[in-house]
């Protein structure tokens, strides 16, 4: 695209403005600053996201097979998923879901992925066990996560 503007002065005569000369690369570089300093914003919030959901990892994912705890769980849940995701693979879906959501540029409402589902019913389950909460009371209940 020309970065180039006719203007007409007094006497009728077309003037051509170079936008570029004239500070239109400047407003450009005041774009790639926006641009950047949103960069750095989504990086330093995916990096506390990391930090967090590695803390709740360690505290309740790491240390426990909650394998029998969903058997039961299902039996009273209308769920599409068979198993709840082991500690390793629960760590690789959350990385490919936040890089996901890293890289959308309106993050507004959508359904959710099975992936994203499968997480969520996972950490709810080891949630639940680690806990020794009735995941049917989930609604009413206030879980004081303590890996703050």
């Known amino acids: 695209m020309d970065s180039f503007l006719v203007k007409q002065?007094?006497?009728?005569?077309?003037?051509?403005?170079?936008?570029?000369?004239?500070?239109?690369?400047?407003?450009?570089?005041?774009?790639?600053?926006?641009k950047n300093r949103d960069d750095r914003e989504i990086a330093a919030n995916m990096k506390r996201l990391r930090e967090r959901f590695y803390e709740f990892h360690r505290k309740y994912i790491a240390q426990q097979d909650p394998k029998p705890y969903f058997n039961e769980m299902k039996k009273d849940l209308l769920l599409k998923i068979d198993q709840v995701l082991e500690s390793e693979s629960i760590?690789?879906?959350?990385?490919?879901?936040?890089?996901?959501?890293?890289?959308?540029?309106?993050?507004?409402?959508?359904?959710?992925?099975?992936?994203?589902?499968?997480?969520?019913?996972?950490?709810?389950?080891?949630?639940?066990?680690?806990?020794?909460?009735?995941?049917?009371?989930?609604?009413?209940?206030?879980?004081p996560l303590r890996f703050q």
């Open 9 to 34: 002065n007094e006497g009728n005569v077309g003037l051509k403005i170079d936008l570029k000369a004239e500070g239109g690369e400047l407003m450009q570089g005041e774009d790639d600053e926006s």
């Open 91 to 143: 760590s690789d879906y959350y990385e490919k879901i936040l890089e996901r959501a890293a890289a959308t540029a309106k993050p507004g409402r959508r359904t959710w992925s099975e992936d994203e589902i499968l997480v969520l019913v996972s950490i709810v389950t080891y949630l639940c066990k680690a806990e020794e909460i009735d995941f049917c009371s989930l609604v009413r209940a206030r879980i």
